[in-house]
């Protein structure tokens, strides 16, 4: 195994060790493919879920998580810049923030758990939506993301 496998090795498995939402995300390093803006769907390449759990995952994710990161998950435009209390706005989830450097276990997570323990203010949901339906959600929001985003996920995962 050559050294550039190592480092491939390495890289897999670190990432997804690293917590959701930094405290301070405009540090973050951006791994680039060029972000657009657009809140539109765009088209899919093969995705890990099927279209029964993004009709679920719309429902759930209007019903739980609109309120705070807009209906079309577009969050906050400002997401990156703390407000009055120093916390964090509810980031975009649709691609044109860093929710798609989070693995699938640590997006989990952060839907589970919420976001208190890190510092943030997002209200833990594991009392609320069971994994079938986290995982739906997960999907809807993915659905967000362009396949160029997806497939840099994927690979990373
Ligand atoms: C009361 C507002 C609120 C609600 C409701 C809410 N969130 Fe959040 N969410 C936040 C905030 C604020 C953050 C940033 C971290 C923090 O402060 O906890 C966040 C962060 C996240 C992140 C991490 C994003 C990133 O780029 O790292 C994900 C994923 C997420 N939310 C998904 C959801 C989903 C899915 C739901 C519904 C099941 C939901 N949120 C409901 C406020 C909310």
Not at 15 to 38: G, W
Not at 61 to 78: I, L, V
Not at 118 to 123: C, N, Q, T, V, Y
Request: contains cysteine.
């Amino acid at each position: 195994m050559g050294i550039i496998m190592l480092k491939f090795l390495f890289i897999v498995v670190t990432l997804p060790l690293l917590p959701a939402c930094e405290k301070a995300p405009e540090n973050q390093q951006e791994i680039s493919p060029s972000v657009s803006a657009s809140t539109q769907t765009p088209p899919q390449s093969k995705r890990w879920y099927t279209s029964e759990q993004l009709a679920k995952g719309y429902q759930l994710f209007q019903a739980n998580c609109a309120a705070c990161h807009q209906p079309d998950a577009s969050g906050t435009k400002e997401w990156n810049k703390p407000m009055a209390d120093g916390k964090y706005p509810p980031p975009p989830l649709n691609g044109t923030a860093h929710t798609w450097h989070h693995s699938m276990r640590v997006l989990r997570r952060v839907v589970n758990k919420g976001g208190v323990k890190l510092g943030g203010w997002m209200p833990a949901f594991e009392n609320q939506l069971n994994n079938q339906e986290i995982d739906a959600v997960l999907a809807w929001v993915q659905s967000h993301w362009s396949d160029e985003i997806y497939q840099v996920w994927l690979s990373r995962n």
